[in-house]
């Protein structure tokens, strides 16, 4: 129902936070600079993982 939409979207969320807070320390400890490496994965990861939220939302919805 409505209330896993929303709560689907809270964790995507939550998701993207998590992994735009721990990329830069990661890629600093590895010897990266954090800036170059932080904006294009952290995009790319919270993207694929909205993407799957919200094509099982949607099968959901729709009863595939």
Known sequence: GLGDVYKRQVFVVMFAKVVGSTL???AEKIGVDP???ASPLISTITDAVSLLIYFTIAKTLLHF
């Open 24 to 26: 830069p320390i990661v």
């Open 35 to 37: 800036a170059v490496m």
